[in-house]
């Protein structure tokens, strides 16, 4: 009953992955055919599941994006590593109830082999408690979660039990270049947009400490700080150490987003750029990004279990305690949820140290390359390029939006725009693992055609 659509299914699979190198790297105008392909009648009675998928991959393929390819540098976008995206499949054959031990032994036990192996490959505390959620947005509800059970008790607040009515006020300070997800966090916590005390950045994207400190010392009270490891624009790192020292004396929880950016720690040329990051109390990041694992994938860690546990994990009746088992409900604001560990289980085994090492290192490097040729193209490049991301522009805005444009008209390569220091950017940001040197001359040719 199975085996055939299934089968077809993973040719379809494959023809897909074969093809992402010869078509566009992003589909033109599609939308009527999409529609036209795909908004059929709801059928009365049911189709035969073999024409099903196969009209489905037929009717989306004009509208695929192939970020699995070598040459999408879109926002900050990860392909998928072969194993991940095969354990991806096995994660949908098992549809196993992912919530305990109980509702799957398996994977309580892959999930707490993952926890182990990313806070040894990140070297983050080994004790720290670790939650698989969606991605990096719901890492940090997961772990701002703990932040505000941990600062309310400590000044007498019982959080989980009186929620926010009447509480003291947490204060909450982030950089000017904070990821959007963290506000969305906050409000989602019952901090609104307006409890976010702003500190200023330095012209790379850089929280300044000392604008921090200044911050700090007007505030008393519960407090949390958001510091990053990899702005999504320039790639660049708060300076950690000096903010943990900042954050330690005032008592703060200090909280890192580190969608990306935390996988420098996983190469050793990189580390430097972490220094500090291991002395936070929570850390925020995806593995759907640079680990290049299938969507949807993110990781709270928080380096202290009890408030993370208090934040997260909820009692029924009919739920069977499990004491020294992985239950991945007491860590994640989910209920039933999906098996998403098994896939970052794949990608870390089959990559190993050496391979997370060099797969950030190949993306760091063809950063690197890339600049250095946009910028015998006459481009200007706008930030230091220690990490993945290259922000570029042209003389003019009007001209950036012009090659930006061409560039993504053309079919071969795709990048997204951006504003940096109120001027228009176009930025490239190399996040897969698929990505040859030869990606990167294709990538400067389609920008040498677009500058002409
Ligand atoms: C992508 C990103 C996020 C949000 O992550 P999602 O996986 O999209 O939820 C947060 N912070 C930074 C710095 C990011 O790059």
Redo the contacts with the bound molecule.
Sequence with gaps: MHEEVLRRAAELSIDFLSSVDDARVVPGDVLADLRSALDLPLPQQGVDPVTVVEDLARGADPGLVRSQGGRYFGF?TGGAVPASVAADWLTSAWDQNSFSYVSSPAVSVIEEVVAKWLLEILDLPPQSSVALVT???MAHVTALAAAREHVLNSVGWDVAADGLYGSPRVNVVGGAMR?A?VDRAFRLLGMGDSAVKQVPTDSSGRMLAVALAEVLDDLSGPTIVVA?A?E?NTGSFDPLDEIADLAETAGAWLHI?G??GLWARAEPSLRHLTVGVERADSWAF?A??WLNVPYDS?VAVVADKEPHRVAMAYAGAYLVPSQDRRDASDWTPDASRRGRGIAIYAALRSLGRDGVADLVARCCAHARSIATGLEDLGLEILNEITLNQVLVRASTDEETIRMLTDIQDGGEVWMSGTSWQERKAIRISISGWSTTAEDVKRTLDAFSQASR
């Design positions: 900050v991605g990096c947005q990821h997800t990053q990899g999504v987003d969608a990306f995806d759907h990004k993110g």
